[in-house]
């Protein structure tokens, strides 16, 4: 009998208490779809929040099995969540999801088969990939995202066309060495591409981002494009292929 691999799927959640109760529900559809093939995991950290969403995670998952809570007394942002999922997880692969079910959550299913069947270290969810498609974003925030990802694609000359996703699943033993050092959302870039710069192996999913229904965007625009930059140019002065 073939010994069941295990993923841990993690969720970052800051003042989102309007999408708990909705994604209670797309994530036990997920667990329903995976749980006969997979030994799952789900990880909800509340970051922070001043809002009443880890009282709402109580009353939705705290009696739900498999699915378990941490709470960040203070906002530690996605560089916070990455570390804190990443120490606390111990699964075969570990998943990144957003909370507001930008991406669809049942993409993890074959993203994850895909990681097992080819023995891929990294799944990148690609909505800009020419296969990939977006749905109700605006026109700008798509045009910043395009330009962003093509200067990282030049910069470390990798066939790449989306590094920014927070939907990924990595091998975890691949990446549990890795030191991130933002904090904001360009640290999920950093993750992906420090584990591209260890020569792991990867491969894009081309999928559909949406835009989310209820409650608001935690992205700060300018203070996230300059953080971009920094990291840019971090890696300009240290990839001599550029």
Same mark, same amino acid.
């Given at each position: 009998?073939?010994?069941?691999?295990?993923?841990?799927?993690?969720?970052?959640?800051?003042?989102?208490?309007?999408?708990?109760?909705?994604?209670?529900?797309?994530?036990?559809?997920?667990?329903?779809?995976?749980?006969?093939?997979?030994?799952?995991?789900?990880?909800?950290?509340?970051?922070?929040?001043?809002?009443?969403?880890?009282? #709402?995670?109580?009353?939705?998952?705290?009696?739900?099995?498999?699915?378990?809570?941490?709470?960040?007394?203070?906002?530690?942002?996605?560089?916070?969540?990455?570390?804190?999922?990443?120490?606390?997880?111990?699964?075969?692969?570990?998943?990144?999801?957003?909370?507001?079910?930008?991406?669809?959550?049942?993409?993890?299913?074959?993203?994850?088969?895909?990681?097992?069947?080819?023995?891929?270290?990294?799944?990148?969810?690609?909505?800009?990939?020419?296969?990939?498609?977006?749905?109700?974003?605006?026109?700008?925030?798509?045009?910043?995202?395009?330009?962003?990802?093509?200067?990282?694609?030049?910069?470390?000359?990798?066939?790449?066309?989306?590094?920014?996703?927070?939907?990924? *699943?990595?091998?975890?033993?691949?990446?549990?060495?890795?030191?991130?050092?933002?904090?904001?959302?360009?640290?999920?870039?950093?993750?992906?591409?420090?584990? *591209?710069?260890?020569?792991?192996?990867?491969?894009?999913?081309?999928?559909?981002?949406?835009?989310?229904?209820?409650?608001?965007?935690?992205?700060?625009?300018?203070?996230? *494009?300059?953080?971009?930059?920094?990291?840019?140019?971090?890696?300009?002065? #240290?990839?001599?292929?550029?």
């Amino acid at each position: 009998m073939v010994e069941k691999k295990s993923l841990t799927i993690c969720i970052p959640l800051f003042n989102e208490e309007e999408v708990v109760e909705e994604l209670e529900k797309n994530l036990t559809l997920l667990y329903e779809n995976l749980k006969n093939f997979y030994l799952v995991h789900f990880l909800l950290v509340n970051d922070g929040s001043s809002d009443s969403t880890l009282s #709402k995670l109580n009353i939705f998952f705290k009696e739900k099995e498999n699915f378990f809570i941490l709470n960040h007394e203070v906002n530690k942002n996605l560089g916070g969540f990455l570390k804190t999922s990443i120490n606390y997880s111990s699964t075969d692969y570990i998943a990144f999801l957003d909370s507001d079910s930008t991406f669809d959550p049942q993409l993890i299913k074959p993203m994850l088969e895909i990681a097992i069947e080819r023995k891929i270290d990294i799944v990148n969810a690609s909505h800009l990939h020419p296969s990939g498609s977006t749905l109700g974003v605006p026109y700008w925030r798509k045009f910043i995202s395009i330009v962003a990802n093509t200067v990282y694609r030049l910069i470390l000359n990798v066939k790449i066309y989306t590094f920014t996703s927070i939907l990924k *699943i990595y091998k975890l033993e691949k990446i549990k060495d890795i030191d991130i050092q933002y904090n904001g959302f360009v640290a999920v870039t950093e993750l992906f591409v420090k584990g *591209i710069l260890k020569n792991l192996t990867y491969l894009e999913y081309p999928c559909t981002l949406t835009t989310r229904i209820k409650g608001s965007s935690k992205i700060k625009f300018r203070r996230t *494009i300059i953080t971009h930059i920094k990291f840019m140019w971090n890696l300009v002065q #240290k990839n001599s292929n550029f």
